[in-house]
T-cell receptor, first 112, second 113 residues
Framework: QKEVEQNSGPLSVPEGAIASLNCTYSDRGSQSFFWYRQYSGKSPELIMFIYSNGDKEDGRFTAQLNKASQYVSLLIRDSQPSDSATYLCAVNEDSGTYKYIFGTGTRLKVLA | SAVISQKPSRDICQRGTSLTIQCQVDSQVTMMFWYRQQPGQSLTLIATANQGSEATYESGFVIDKFPISRPNLTFSTLTVSNMSPEDSSIYLC??????????FGQGTRLTVV
């Protein structure tokens, strides 16, 4: 059973701080990794994807991937109250089918 | 990215009836999927919508309950048949465009009474 695990939270951080969200996955063959943000009552929105080991930065967001440890993380710098949402980690199945396995999500609260 | 229009956005249905959800994309996409998200939970893949052929269903989902059509590269429908309160959920259309990045429609919030 292929799995993606996240801490459900809530993770509370003060405004302006760095929020660190973590995700582990079970399938060593996975090649593509994604972070989605989902506001309450809305659909998931893609915010970052990463394919190679190391860091990838986009604005206030940094995705980090360590395939040896089967670990992917998302850092949000200068957190804002508008970042309060559930963050879903998704991993592409190693089957060439473009299917994703989603984690259960981490709820982030940024306190003003 | 892709512009995805999903209809209806919400509906309240009587048990035993069926609801068809439509997903229209603004351009051709590689893959189309249907997901279900139950309250407070993550996304569960129902099936892959295959253009011009039968959908590929995940374990626990069957064609009689969730018939899917995809007549062309930009449009798909999901029908939830013979509904029961357990089918109350959010149903999401997803498309893959480009390499592997997936995008989601706005979702359909279904309540079965």
């Amino acid at each position: 059973q292929k799995e993606v695990e996240q801490n459900s939270g809530p993770l509370s951080v003060p405004e302006g701080a760095i929020a660190s969200l973590n995700c582990t996955y079970s399938d060593r063959g996975s090649q593509s990794f994604f972070w989605y943000r989902q506001y309450s009552g809305k659909s998931p929105e893609l915010i970052m994807f990463i394919y190679s080991n190391g860091d990838k930065e986009d604005g206030r967001f940094t995705a980090q991937l360590n395939k040896a440890s089967q670990y992917v993380s998302l850092l949000i710098r200068d957190s804002q109250p508008s970042d309060s949402a559930t963050y879903l980690c998704a991993v592409n199945e190693d089957s060439g089918t473009y299917k994703y396995i989603f984690g259960t999500g981490t709820r982030l609260k940024v306190l003003a | 990215s892709a512009v995805i229009s999903q209809k209806p956005s919400r509906d309240i249905c009587q048990r035993g009836t069926s609801l068809t959800i439509q997903c229209q994309v603004d351009s051709q996409v590689t893959m189309m999927f249907w997901y279900r998200q139950q309250p407070g939970q993550s996304l569960t893949l129902i099936a892959t919508a295959n253009q011009g052929s039968e959908a590929t269903y995940e374990s626990g989902f069957v064609i009689d309950k969730f018939p899917i059509s995809r007549p062309n590269l930009t449009f798909s429908t999901l029908t939830v048949s013979n509904m029961s309160p357990e089918d109350s959920s959010i149903y999401l259309c997803s498309v893959v465009k480009g390499y592997t990045e997936a995008f989601f429609g706005q979702g359909t919030r279904l309540t079965v009474v």
